[in-house]
């Protein structure tokens, strides 16, 4: 009788001894269901050190909204030839101011592709041109030229990520509107107007500042770019232009 008490004196001190087991113990045996593992405090600490490090230079969105202002080539010829031609036509004064400004937004998505930091956009814009004027006679006559464009731009772009500079280079289409406005004192406001499609090339770089913001400067390129209308050239803004564009990205 007293073995059998032994054995069992003994069984139970052992089961208790299982049953209040510390949970730190369990915690560290792999495979077990536990949420780390077998992974001590220093490697989680380090673990999600680099977590957040690469949360914090993560790369922006894929979408982005630009502000752009900057300046262009502008020949505005028939105005030119009136200007130059002014006192043998019989004006006594002459003032001619071209609009050399280029203020516009963009919107732009980008594609990631397979190799390291080489991504692929395309981005659609809206561009207002300062005014070019003429003033003749102190203001008896006046001729203005307005324009507007929407550049379409397809292009690929080394992205270097945060805090770091990145460039890229492209082409697409540009689709020009301009008007010219004749007011002359004691008559009716005269107008032409005419829209036409050129080509262009851009290049640029941008500096990432954080996740959501970006600096940068681009130059493009216009080909062909002059409206013509009943002999009368409305605008003519080939040539190169540049601009600083700052961007959201989202």
């Known amino acids: 009788m007293k073995k059998i008490i032994t054995v069992v004196g003994l069984l139970c001190i052992t089961a208790a001894s299982f049953a209040f087991e510390p949970a730190s ?6 495979g077990n269901g536990s949420l780390f593992g077998n992974k001590s405090n220093k ?3 380090e673990s999600n050190q680099i977590k957040t490090t690469k949360e914090e230079y993560a790369r922006p969105g894929q979408f982005a909204l630009g502000f752009r202002v900057g300046a262009a080539q502008n020949d505005p010829e028939t105005m030119q030839e009136i200007y130059d031609n002014a006192f043998d036509l019989g004006y006594s004064e002459k003032e001619l101011t071209k609009g050399y400004g280029v203020f516009g937004i963009e919107a732009l998505y980008e594609w990631e592709l397979a190799q390291e930091n080489a991504k692929l956009g395309v ?10 004027k003429l003033s003749l006679d102190w203001g008896d006559v006046k001729i203005t030229e307005t324009t507007y464009a929407f550049p379409f731009t397809f292009y ?9 500079w990145s460039w890229f280079a492209g082409a697409g289409l540009t689709v020009i509107s301009s008007k010219g406005e004749l007011k002359m004192a004691g008559s009716p406001t005269e107008t032409e107007s005419k829209t036409k499609v050129f080509p262009h090339i851009t290049a640029g770089a941008e500096y990432r500042f954080s996740r959501v913001f970006a600096l940068g400067v681009d130059v493009k390129y216009n080909i062909a770019a002059k409206v013509k209308k009943n002999e009368d050239v409305l605008s003519d803004r080939s040539g190169i232009g540049a601009a600083v564009t700052g961007r959201f990205y989202f």
């Open 43 to 45: 490697e989680r600490v």
């Open 156 to 164: 690929y772009k080394n992205d270097n990520g945060i805090k770091k």
């Open 123 to 132: 981005k659609a814009g809206f561009e207002a041109y300062s005014q070019s």
């Open 25 to 30: 113990y369990g915690a560290t045996k792999p």
